[in-house]
């Protein structure tokens, strides 16, 4: 069940035009530029979900590095679930909302990049919630920083990007994550690009 204003976005007709902007090699590439950062600081895990993972440009490359790895896509958008299981083959989809989500499994690793930023602040704690209790182990997100919340036009739209410090706030609900590296990819990279992307991959200490 659709919840927040934000969902109905990403859901209809504006997510669809974010799968044909986003589907190219470049960003492929830069994803797994980006990936082996963060694998080789977890060494080899055996499975992964992503929560918001649209078209799985970030799960093919993660695929590429690790081609073992057990993989599961969560995904609002139909059109965007439609173009990944052209390719996903073993990923398990999951059609869903993040917000409500519930797996009968824990993973090596929970996963978010670009979407924290698109979900209603009152809603983050059923996100939050989720990242933590499917993680056996690790913990990855990757979005816009900014020390204090603040919310910023989105090509035009009010009410649809958040910028916040997320990790941060996560490991003050879940003291015993531990943090264990972080990152930043910059736009103008000239080999990688990534679009001024923060990482922070944080470990269950018990």
Same mark, same amino acid.
């Given at each position: ?8 976005f ?20 830069a994803?797994?530029?980006f990936?082996?950062? *963060?694998l080789?600081?977890?060494?080899? *895990? ?5 929560? %918001? ?6 799960l093919k490359? *993660?695929?590429?590095l ?6 599961? %896509? ?5 059109k965007?679930?439609e173009e990944?299981?052209?390719?996903s ?9 993040i ?12 996963l ?26 690790y913990?990855? *997100? ?5 020390p ?21 706030e996560? =490991? ?23 679009d001024?992307?923060s990482?922070?991959? =944080?470990?269950?200490?018990?």
């Open positions: 069940m659709i919840k927040t204003e934000q969902e109905e990403w859901q209809g007709e504006f997510g669809d035009k974010y799968i044909d902007r986003n589907d190219n090699n470049k960003l492929l590439a994803n797994i530029s990936f082996s950062k *963060i080789h600081r977890t060494g080899k *895990i055996d499975s992964l979900v992503e929560f %918001g993972c649209n078209i799985g440009l970030n490359a *993660i695929r590429t690790q081609p073992d790895l057990k993989l599961t %896509g969560i995904e609002i958008n139909h965007a679930v990944l299981k052209k390719w083959g073993e990923v398990c989809i999951k059609e869903e909302s917000l409500e989500v519930e797996l009968d499994t824990k993973f090596s690793m929970t978010i990049k670009g979407v924290l930023i698109h979900i209603n602040p009152e809603s983050l704690l059923d996100v939050y919630k989720r990242l933590y209790k499917f993680s056996d182990e913990i990855c *997100i990757a979005e816009y920083y900014n204090s919340p603040v919310t910023i036009p989105y090509r035009g739209h009010n009410n649809k990007l958040f910028k916040r410090d997320f990790a941060g996560l =490991m003050s609900i879940y003291p015993d994550l531990q943090l264990i590296d972080y990152g930043f990819s910059y736009h103008k990279d000239p080999v990688f690009p990534q001024d992307i990482w922070f991959l =944080m470990k269950k200490t018990i």
